[in-house]
């Protein structure tokens, strides 16, 4: 029977390798478990209220001609919600982004330009964001304190500097995909209609379709028993 024989020269070499695997093991679970907390304390998918209540988002970079009968509609049943805008299209309406505030609808960060802000890194995320926040401070003279990434695309470079900026990313709960050609006033209608739950964020855009299902939406969400608000009322 042969016996085999390991010099201390490698027997040393295995004891090293073996404990930097686990040293890998170990901090990589560590940072992926802290990595997947840091996302679920800082961007909102929906709110923390028990209250039934639903929040409703407009992106706004275009569709200035759907907006006056948005904010119509808005106002005839007596809802407030939350416009997140680009700071390019803030620049270039004023007026419209004045007439907006002035219905008391709570007006949110949408980056400057409408880009991929989980391609940039932290520098990039940070000038996005705070050249967009300076842009509304400016304009109505508020302090905003949410995000909305555009394409809902971010990384931990966009978290990191939404946080440093004091700001909460907010993602959504409900997509309507109003912004594709293929979404009629009946698809955008069931999509909201068939997810509504309480503390839900509800995405739009000001477009012709989304315009038609509203009506509708709200009717039947009250009829269910919610009521309709800025992204402020439901994260406590």
């Not at 209609?193 to 379709?209: C, D, G, R």
Request: aromatic share 12%; with cysteine.
């Amino acid at each position: 029977m042969k016996i085999f024989y390991i010099n201390k020269r490698k027997l040393y070499m295995i004891i090293t390798l073996l404990c930097i695997i686990i040293v890998f093991i170990i901090f990589y679970n560590v940072y992926y478990k802290n990595s997947e907390e840091t996302f679920k304390e800082d961007v909102f998918y929906k709110g923390n209220t028990n209250e039934n209540i639903i929040a409703f988002a407009c992106n706004v970079d275009w569709g200035n001609e759907y907006i006056p009968e948005m904010l119509s509609i808005f106002e005839e049943e007596e809802i407030k919600i939350t416009y997140f805008v680009t700071g390019k299209w803030a620049e270039k309406n004023k007026d419209l982004l004045k007439e907006i505030y002035s219905h008391d609808h709570e007006i949110g960060n949408h980056g400057y330009s409408h880009e991929n802000y989980g391609e940039l890194g932290y520098e990039a995320n940070m000038e996005g964001i705070k050249k967009c926040h300076e842009v509304l401070n400016e304009t109505l003279d508020i302090e905003c304190k949410y995000f909305a990434p555009p394409s809902g695309s971010f990384n931990d470079n966009t978290i990191k500097a939404a946080k440093d900026l004091n700001y909460d990313i907010i993602m959504w709960s409900i997509d309507t995909i109003d912004w594709r050609d293929d979404s009629t006033e009946d698809k955008i209608i069931n999509r909201v209609l068939t997810q509504a739950e309480k503390s839900t964020i509800v995405l739009m855009h000001p477009t012709e379709e989304t315009i038609k299902a509203l009506p509708t939406i709200i009717k039947s969400l009250k009829k269910e028993g919610y009521s309709i608000g800025k992204v402020n009322q439901i994260i406590k």
